[in-house]
Every structure is written in structure tokens, then in C-alpha cells.
């Protein structure tokens, strides 16, 4: 899956507003090239975390997941606890097993290296083993956004 291909499909689901930070936006650098999804019906930026984001970079203070080479990017997802328990077995503030795929690796989903402990989901240069499930997690996350949004 490309990043475009994502990209489409995420704003194929209802009310889903796209930043796409960019110089002289007033983002931060970091950000620059970065997809945030969020669940926001009114279009109006919401003050609320994105639901899903596509980076294209290795963040500081985070184990790097080789996103520095061309073309790398890596797709977080907050599909909650109960989904991150069925994907990776265990409850996302338990302390990781050795079996746990490294977040340098294609084409798996892992525990995100920084906000695993949250229930957040990646997937890096997403492709064939994980597309439906990448499609799921990511139908799953924008369901729980909208519901904390109408709460």
C-alpha cells in the first residue's frame, strides 16, 4: 500500500478532516510531510489527538523504525485496547515480550514504539500481509473517534 492509497481510504470513512503539515504553515519541522487523520464532521480542526497518522520519519527519543531511507513511512493507529490486545497478546501498559516484531520491520503490525502503552497500533511500508488488516484497525480507530466525538 502507498501512502496515497492510505491517504484515500481514510477520507473515504465520514467526517475524517486531513493535515497535512507543511513549511510556512506554522506546524512544527518535524511534522513537515506527516498525514493526521482526524474524526471531525464539522471540518473544523479538532484540539483532540488524530486517530490514525502517517509519518515519514524517524522521531527523536523514539526507537527508530529505519523511516530515513526514501519512500519509508509508517502508519500508527489508535485502535484501543481491546484491539491491541488481540493483535499483540498482551494488555499495552505489560511489559514487552522478546517475540515482539522490532518496529524497523515491513509489513507487520506491532505495538507503536512510543504510544504502544496507549493502544496504539503501526504498521511500517504497509503491503500484501497487511493490508486488510491495516484497513480494519484503521475502520476501528475512526469508529472510536466518532464515538468519543458525539459523547
Not at 3 to 30: H, M
Amino acid at each position: 500500500m502507498t501512502l496515497e492509497e492510505i491517504t484515500e481510504f481514510v477520507t473515504s470513512l465520514e467526517g475524517v478532516l486531513v493535515q497535512r503539515p507543511t513549511e510556512g504553515d506554522g506546524s512544527p519541522q518535524i511534522a513537515w510531510g506527516d498525514v493526521f487523520f482526524h474524526y471531525s464532521p464539522d471540518g473544523e480542526a479538532p484540539r483532540t489527538q488524530p486517530f490514525a497518522t502517517i509519518v515519514t520519519k524517524d522521531y527523536p527519543d523514539e526507537v527508530p523504525s529505519g523511516l530515513n531511507q526514501p519512500g519509508a513511512f509508517r502508519v500508527n493507529v489508535g485502535s484501543g485496547k481491546d484491539e491491541f490486545v488481540a493483535r499483540i497478546g498482551r494488555e499495552p501498559r505489560a511489559p514487552a515480550g522478546d517475540l515482539e516484531p522490532l518496529s524497523a520491520t515491513d509489513d507487520v503490525v506491532f505495538a507503536h514504539p512510543t504510544y504502544g502503552t496507549l493502544g496504539w497500533l503501526a504498521v511500517k511500508n504497509p503491503g500484501p500481509a497487511t493490508e486488510s488488516d491495516l484497513r480494519e484497525l484503521i475502520t476501528k480507530a475512526h469508529s472510536l473517534a466518532r464515538a468519543r466525538f458525539e459523547r
